[in-house]
């Protein structure tokens, strides 16, 4: 049974830190890419960041970039976001997913991950 898990959500005020984990049971992951994506209420589900199958490649969202690492540990089956410098606006429910195609960059759009966790929440207060 292949799943996703999120962990790591909670809630900070504005300006601080916060790191998700994602960790990958049922399947060996180190040959897709891996995004996260998140979701505002009222909102469509957003691409964040990604990172390719190996550690050439990561992609963040303009509003993400600079405050938000990706990152991913192969032997462990393992995917994180470290989130610094945290905005009312990037309170959302944070997904992680995996690309459909193997081989892969890490694309933006949603309907190119198959497999998703459940999310986990982050809220962020001013």
């Known amino acids: 049974q292949v799943r996703l898990v999120e962990s790591g959500g909670g809630a900070v005020q504005a300006g601080g830190s916060l790191k998700l984990s994602c960790a990958v049971s049922g399947y060996t992951v180190s040959s897709h890419a891996m995004a996260w994506f998140r979701q505002a209420p009222g909102k469509e589900r957003e691409f964040v960041a990604s990172?390719?199958?190996?550690?050439?490649?990561?992609t963040y969202s303009d509003s993400v970039k600079g405050r938000f690492t990706i990152s991913r540990d192969h032997a462990k089956n393992m995917l994180y976001l470290e989130m610094n410098s945290l905005k009312p606006e990037d309170t959302a429910v944070y997904y992680c997913?995996?690309?459909?195609?193997?081989w892969g960059k890490g694309s933006r759009v949603r309907n190119e991950y198959d497999r998703w966790g459940q999310g986990t929440q982050v809220t962020v207060s001013s």
């Open positions: 990172h390719s199958w190996t550690d050439a490649d990561t």
């Open positions: 997913a995996s690309e459909r195609v193997r």
